[in-house]
């Protein structure tokens, strides 16, 4: 019968059912390609990336583990009290020692301190010393890196902890100090590890012989497993996961079957449809009218009609429902409603008024300029559309929006927020804080990496400004010109609903945060000059967490800034600071710019150490343990950084100034370490990268304490090279750049090597200058240094000479 139904078909009706058969062909092929391609290969790649991620993850809590050992032993064999009690071999003294060392390390089964050259093999010992334990010794004694590797005893597991005394590097060796911990505390190492995902085995493998099993965790499946190297030892780390963990990995045949046929369903329908309304309008259509009617004229005069005209070229044919959907009617429809659209966005991006969008406020690294003259309602309304639209263009629904303390920062801050919930986007308000605590929040607040604090930094009280995060990085240059192209153009998102508003107090979680990462093996007295910015209040209550004894100074917000301005690379405004230092007697003084995130540094004798040269500090100690990583300095940084970081084992890398172009440079070199000499810090070891005045200053702290030392005895250790502070020179904000420009161009400097990756900085054999562009204000920057202050001299006279053949009105 069927077929007989068939065999009546005619020609139209079977070349509909071919059609319809192709299209349910190519669907099942789509679909068997799409199975293979995306299911089960991407099934496959998701089980491979569970296993790996998870194996790394444990890695890294071992690595914790073990690195949280190594400081643990550091905090001894760095004090210098400890060092001396050895050296002169005093009983008292390290018997008090070796009792603290008992409660830091309870499962230790012997901790010994083994005078230099007087090492060995002893194995009767219940923590015996063989020639394995006897290489290590004599690598500690020789500052040599010790590879952690684990010892079977009586068929139980031990490893050792094993460092110099003193651990400075440029002392002599006086002993080592051995720590041998039980299998326990191997058995530690697992202990974050969750047996229900899958069977993690702690291997130790010498060069191609066969890995030994240590201690093990979990239930297992034998399809897939993942090793990963631990770094620092001879251990590796394998995991194969559980029955349960290769089920959730598994990717779900349901939602691509429910797709398949659906879209199946939806082609084949739409395809028989297309089919039936052109039989039908075969069936309408004269031969005569099939052939002469012109599909284009159609529409015209659909169109013609439907606006009430009739055009005398075109054929006045009357227009029916099933020829308006043939015709695509509702096509028509779509591309009015499209054209207008589009006539509303071109009417919508035309150009605003100039004079609301000033072209000097936009700088290289953030937004900044008079609040009264230039930030401006409008301005600022028009930012926080930009800014809201942007965040929901890179896929976030909240930005965070923070303050300072400035007079106008309250009504920038809140015209700013109504701006960018015009657009849909919600806002989370963290009142006053210091810029790292935007930061902070972009990497540890769930619902957004991304925000805008209201803040002109250091700059005088008159100024303000913004500096804006997106995906938890800080825009600069070409991301800050979008932004004012977007302004320009209004080119925004906009909403049938405002985003909403909710508060957020940060302090504690960051206060927190530092106090489990800091550790100060003692008490130190400190005044802090918060310059009455942002830090007033959080910087006094940080250091009284982590056991300082704190003197506030200028600790209250005012943004009139009546005591000085917030900036301590200027040395005038370091003036009460030094003062208060003696007179208090504190260990150190700190001073914070006005958003917080640049560090000022005072010692006990009253002097300044400028940022080039905390950071040298903060090198040895980072690179000491990450040898080969990068460190990042500005150009306007001392040159004996790039000594001291190659002596160290580090790579030295020079680079523009500015807060944002530092952290881009950063992430682009994977660098642990950089800083400005404007005081800009950037840890990236054991914090998240940005610029925190604060929590350099802690870091700073713990250094101080572990090595027993003042701060005047530390840095005397770093020779200074006689060097000019930072010198400004007041030019026109349209002129400083043209001004380097002509420098670099026509500037003779003799044998000296020329960089001008930011400005014009000259290396001779016996120093060096520089001369830039500031990106903050309208100024040249200028700094020199040299061996010796005679040569110091003639280096800034020839940048003066060449300096007048540019600008004869200039002078420093």
């Known amino acids: 019968m069927l077929q007989a139904k068939i065999q009546n078909w005619n020609p139209a009706e079977k070349l509909t059912a071919m059609i319809l058969i192709g299209l349910l062909c190519t669907c099942i092929g789509v679909g068997i390609w799409y199975y293979q391609r995306h299911v089960v290969y991407q099934g496959a790649q998701s089980l491979k990336h569970v296993t790996s991620s998870m194996a790394q993850t444990q890695v890294t809590a071992i690595n914790h583990y073990l690195g949280s050992l190594q400081q643990d032993i550091r905090r001894f064999t760095g004090r210098q009290a400890f060092s001396d009690a050895v050296a002169k071999n005093d009983p008292v003294i390290i018997r008090s020692f070796m009792s603290s060392l008992e409660k830091a390390f309870p499962k230790a089964i012997s901790i010994r301190i083994i005078p230099s050259g007087t090492a060995e093999v002893n194995r009767e010992h219940k923590a015996p010393i063989r020639f394995a334990e006897l290489d290590m010794i004599t690598r500690a004694e020789n500052h040599q890196p010790i590879v952690i590797e684990a010892l079977k005893v009586e068929q139980r597991w031990q490893f050792n902890l094993i460092a110099p005394i003193p651990a400075d590097k440029e002392s002599p060796t006086v002993a080592t100090l051995m720590v041998t911990l039980t299998q326990s505390a191997i058995v530690e190492l697992l202990k974050d590890a969750d047996p229900k995902t899958g069977y993690f085995e702690l291997l130790q493998q010498f060069h191609q012989n066969p890995a030994l099993l240590i201690t093990a965790i979990g239930e297992a499946h034998d399809l897939q497993s993942s090793t990963k190297n631990i770094p620092g030892t001879l251990w590796k780390l394998r995991f194969s996961p559980s029955a349960s963990t290769l089920e959730s990995a598994r990717v779900s045949l349901i939602p691509f ?391 160290y084992g580090g790579r030295p890398i020079m680079w523009k100034t500015g807060h944002s172009l530092m952290k881009a440079k950063m992430q682009e070199t994977g660098a642990l370490l950089g800083g400005e000499l404007s005081g800009h810090i950037f840890f990236k070891e054991r914090w998240f990268g940005f610029d925190d005045g604060m929590y350099s200053a802690a870091r700073l702290m713990e250094i101080m304490t572990l090595r027993d030392q003042d701060l005047d005895t530390i840095f005397f250790s770093f020779p200074e090279l006689p060097a000019t502070p930072e010198i400004r020179i007041d030019v026109a904000e349209s002129e400083k750049f043209q001004i380097v420009k002509d420098l670099i161009a026509h500037g003779h400097f003799d044998d000296g090597r020329l960089t001008t990756i930011d400005g014009l900085r000259v290396d001779f054999a016996h120093g060096w200058g520089l001369v830039r562009a500031s990106n903050t204000s309208a100024a040249l920057t200028l700094r020199f240094e040299a061996n010796t202050s005679e040569q110091l001299e003639e280096i800034q006279e020839q940048f003066r000479v060449e300096l007048a053949k540019i600008a004869p009105t200039l002078s420093f």
């Open 257 to 647: 079957l429910s797709i398949w046929i659906i879209a199946t369903a939806l082609i084949l329908t739409g395809s028989l449809q297309l089919c039936r309304k052109f039989l039908l309008s075969q069936d309408r259509a004269t031969p005569t009218q099939r052939a002469t009617v012109n599909f284009d004229k159609i529409v015209m005069d659909h169109q013609s009609k439907a606006s009430g005209r009739h055009g005398t070229d075109i054929l006045d044919i009357e227009v029916n429902e099933d020829d308006e959907d043939l015709l695509g009617g509702q096509s028509i429809k779509q591309n009015t409603r499209s054209q207008n659209t589009q006539e509303a966005v071109n009417k919508k991006s035309a150009p605003v008024n100039r004079e609301q969008i000033p072209d000097e406020v936009f700088r290289a690294y953030d937004i900044r300029g008079f609040a009264d003259d230039y930030l401006s309602d409008e301005f600022v309304a028009l930012l926080g559309k930009a800014l809201g639209t942007e965040a929901i263009e890179q896929g976030e629904t909240t930005m965070l929006v923070g303050r300072d303390c400035r007079t106008h920062s309250p009504r920038i801050c809140e015209t700013l927020i109504e701006g960018i919930i015009s657009t849909g986007c919600n806002v989370i308000d963290l009142g006053i804080v210091p810029t790292p605590l935007l930061y902070f929040a972009c990497h540890t607040v769930s619902t957004t990496n991304s925000g805008v604090v209201v803040t002109a930094s250091h700059n005088g009280p008159e100024y303000n400004g913004f500096k804006m995060v997106f995906n938890r990085n800080t825009i600069s240059d070409q991301g800050i010109q979008y932004i004012k192209q977007r302004m320009q153009e209004e080119v925004f998102a906009s909403s049938d609903s405002a985003g909403t508003v909710s508060d957020l107090d940060i302090s504690e979680e960051y206060i927190e945060k530092i106090f489990s990462d800091i550790a100060l093996a003692g008490e130190l007295s400190v005044v802090i000059d918060a310059g009455n910015g942002a830090t007033s209040e959080l910087a006094p209550r940080l250091f009284e967490e982590l056991g300082c004894k704190v003197t506030p100074l200028y600790c209250e917000f005012d943004g009139r800034f009546p005591n000085h301005i917030a900036d301590p690379s200027q040395e005038r405004n370091m003036h009460d600071l030094i003062k208060k230092v003696k007179q208090t007697r504190a260990d150190l003084g700190i001073a914070f710019d006005g958003d917080g995130d640049r560090l000022g540094l005072v010692t006990p004798q009253g002097k300044v150490i400028w940022p080039d040269r905390q950071l040298m500090l903060f090198a040895k100690d980072i690179v000491s343990r990450n040898p080969g990583t990068d460190v990042l300095f500005d150009v306007k940084c001392t040159r004996q950084l790039n000594s001291l970081i190659s002596s």
